[in-house]
């Protein structure tokens, strides 16, 4: 069943598009969208930042020639408002802090990397479902406008099930990576603990008994393979409501990136 985005662009999954071999597998937790700044038909801002798309491209940057682009194909019926690229802080932070404090220091290049996600496809955080539910769901019958499924767009707790998980083993297989990058508690649950044995459920674990930074030697599907755990990019670039504490030890950890613990 397809899902929509308020004022109707589907919402579809983003996926690895180079199929090359790459160096290094990136395992997010989802997919984030393009994002734009709502006004009313008078120019007041009603949302500095909703969620209108689905990324052009996993990891995407958040250049406003992409967003521009996608964004004026989205038609507004006269009345609803109008629509424009967010800020540029609002689109893609998470692709930068992934280039310029991860793949950066660990001596990689965007063209080196496989990036993947938990769920391919965005979901709505509680400040996107507040704005649908304040702002947008009033005028969907006023204007024809498409409603959006908040229940079936909510974070779930649960992002990846077994199907997902050999989805995920098949492109980490495709990728012939020798290093697999994993961003948050969720990555390590929801898909390292589900292929391979290891000694920990979650970062806090992982730190307390390898030290953030270290990289570790797993086997996964009759290979053996170097894995690194990482916060999610929104503590190490101090997006939104971040963690300092996970901040402060990717910055002391980043020059263990080289090392290895048996």
């Not at 597998?25 to 801002?45: C, E, I, P, Q, T």
């Not at 979901?123 to 079936?152: H, S």
């Not at 199907?163 to 020798?178: G, M, N, P, T």
Request: glycine share 6%.
């Amino acid at each position: 069943m397809a899902y929509h985005f308020p004022f109707g662009q589907e919402v579809r999954p983003v996926v690895q598009q180079d199929r090359t071999p790459k160096k290094v597998f990136v395992l997010g937790v989802y997919a984030s969208a393009v994002h734009a700044r709502w006004k009313n038909k008078d120019g007041k801002v009603i949302c500095p930042s909703l969620a209108v798309a689905s990324e052009p491209r996993i990891f995407w940057d958040g250049n406003e020639e992409d967003a521009r682009k996608i964004i004026s194909k989205i038609n507004i019926p006269e009345g609803a408002g109008t629509l424009e690229p967010a800020a540029d802080n609002l689109n893609g932070p998470s692709a930068k802090a992934l280039d310029e404090h991860i793949l950066k220091p660990l001596g990689y290049t965007r063209e080196e990397a496989w990036l993947c996600d938990l769920l391919p496809e965005s979901r709505l955080n509680p400040g996107q479902v507040k704005v649908i539910e304040d702002k947008y769901n009033p005028l969907v019958k006023q204007y024809g406008l498409p409603p959006v499924p908040i229940e079936e767009l909510k974070r779930p707790k649960k992002f990846c099930d077994e199907k997902r998980c050999e989805e995920i083993l098949e492109e980490l297989k495709e990728s012939q990576a020798e290093l697999l990058v994993l961003l948050g508690d969720e990555p390590i649950n929801q898909f390292l603990r589900k292929v391979t044995n290891v000694d920990f459920k979650k970062l806090q674990d992982y730190d307390d008994k390898y030290k953030y930074g270290n990289r570790v030697e797993v086997d996964i599907d009759n290979r053996t393979i170097e894995v690194l755990p990482l916060t999610h990019p929104r503590n190490i670039a101090k997006l939104g409501h971040y963690v300092k504490k996970w901040y402060d030890a990717h910055q002391n950890g980043k020059n263990l990136f080289g090392k290895i613990s048996k």
